[in-house]
């Protein structure tokens, strides 16, 4: 794959630049930390899954651009409405998101007056409770924290407790730095960034699965040679493979991006940067992390061993 691009095969010293590695995933992580207590405050956009508020579900006869309706909100004072336009039905079908509830009159005659006398029809209007936002940031929580334990569970099974626990750090940074990418941006959390957050997290695990599967089947071909040599050889042979694969999946998602309408933007860019982390941290994050694990178990071990060659005192 890396000749199409005049790239030679080449041994990539991928375990020798793990302390700058280190060194920025902790910047990214702290940013992620940050975000995670301003959510905790309730200081970081919440959509209103989390944070309480009105959905309406609106049918207008007449066609109104979106630019006119967004305006005509902002004008009337719902500048935070979230105006989003479902394809493929009849009419113009509009899914309105509001952070305030009790305003569904307001909007209904405020598309109204946009639609000149055309019918205006009020399929649905759900609203959502403090309560039941606070419910749904504790089961988003929970299930982002069973996801990392089951992988941890399944790695260990899979392969060694070395692997999972590496595997489950990789998997939570990028959990962490998914989130404070979203924070960062200025997006809002909602159940589909949650989504996107745990698709992510199994893309990785994916990802990581891979690295592993390689280091662990040199490890039998390659037992004399040093562990750093094993990480590394084993990471440059996957490299094409995985580098296909994170360009088979980011097309896609770049081409959502590009023409997709603004549900699917936040949710796409949200996955789009995720699968660069996570390519990322297979690469730089969890094998580092095996070699770490060695390298002190082997400190360890010889320490062991020196204290068992000195004579003992005599007193």
Not at 94 to 102: D, Q, S, W, Y
Not at 193 to 200: F, K, N, P, S
Not at 280 to 286: D, G, K, L, R
Request: proline share 2%.
């Amino acid at each position: 794959m890396f000749e199409v691009f005049g790239w030679k095969k080449r041994d990539w010293d991928f375990v020798g630049a793990r302390y700058i590695a280190f060194a920025f995933s902790g910047v990214m992580l702290a940013v992620g930390l940050v975000a995670i207590i301003q959510l905790v405050r309730g200081q970081a956009k919440l959509g209103i899954d989390f944070a309480g508020g009105l959905s309406m579900n609106i049918l207008m006869e007449k066609q109104v651009p979106l630019d006119d309706i967004r305006k005509a909100f902002a004008s009337g004072g719902l500048r935070d409405a979230e105006i989003q336009q479902i394809q493929g039905v009849a009419g113009q079908h509009l899914l309105i998101k509001l952070r305030t509830v009790g305003q569904d009159k307001e909007v209904h005659q405020l598309l109204l007056g946009l639609a000149q006398g055309a019918t205006v029809t009020v399929e649905g209007v759900t609203e959502v409770g403090p309560s039941v936002g606070a419910k749904l940031r504790e089961q988003a929580a929970y299930a982002i924290f069973w996801a990392l334990v089951l992988i941890t569970i399944y790695i260990w099974w899979r392969f060694e407790y070395r692997f999972g626990v590496a595997a489950a750090i990789a998997t939570a940074h990028d959990v962490v730095v998914m989130i404070g990418f979203t924070w960062l941006t200025g997006k809002d959390f909602t159940m589909l960034i949650v989504t996107a957050i745990l698709t992510l997290a199994g893309y990785s695990l994916t990802d990581t699965v891979v690295v592993f599967d390689r280091i662990r089947e040199n490890l039998r071909l390659m037992h004399r040679q040093d562990f750093n040599t094993i990480v590394n050889k084993s990471i440059n042979e996957i490299l094409s493979r995985t580098f296909v694969t994170s360009l088979t999946v980011l097309i896609p998602l770049i081409a959502i991006i590009a023409y997709g309408s603004q549900v699917t933007f936040d949710f796409a860019t949200v996955l789009a940067a995720g699968v660069c982390i996570g390519t990322y941290s297979s690469w730089f994050v969890a094998s580092p992390i095996l070699v770490e694990w060695e390298h002190r178990k082997r400190l360890r071990m010889e320490a062991l061993a020196k204290a068992q060659q000195q004579p003992l005192k005599k007193f």
